[in-house]
């Protein structure tokens, strides 16, 4: 099974952004009943500013449940902000 999804945004830092991305589902091992379903959300980004973002959430499970995987996976390119020294300039 997968289920698509898609979402504009917006961040002063990163301008417009469209992400789209999806969540596929599916057992590792058909015939198992005792083991639920594993998933990876998975989502990809890219701004105005030109910064692109990835991401994947892994939640899968084998061998009648007895190894579970889980991984969260990111990839980020951004354009660096650099606005001096200390909290003022932040501000």
Do not use: C
Not at 34 to 60: N, W, Y
């Amino acid at each position: 099974m997968f289920f698509p999804i898609g979402a504009p945004a917006s961040t002063p830092e990163l301008g417009f952004l469209v992400a789209l991305g999806g969540i596929p589902s599916f057992k590792t091992h058909r015939s198992d009943s005792i083991i639920q379903r594993s998933s990876v959300p998975m989502t990809i980004g890219v701004s105005s500013t030109g910064a692109v973002v990835a991401q994947a959430l892994l939640s899968s499970y084998w061998f009648q449940d007895r190894m579970r995987i889980f991984a969260d996976i990111w990839y980020k390119n951004l354009p660096d902000n650099y606005w001096g020294v200390g909290f003022q300039n932040a501000a």
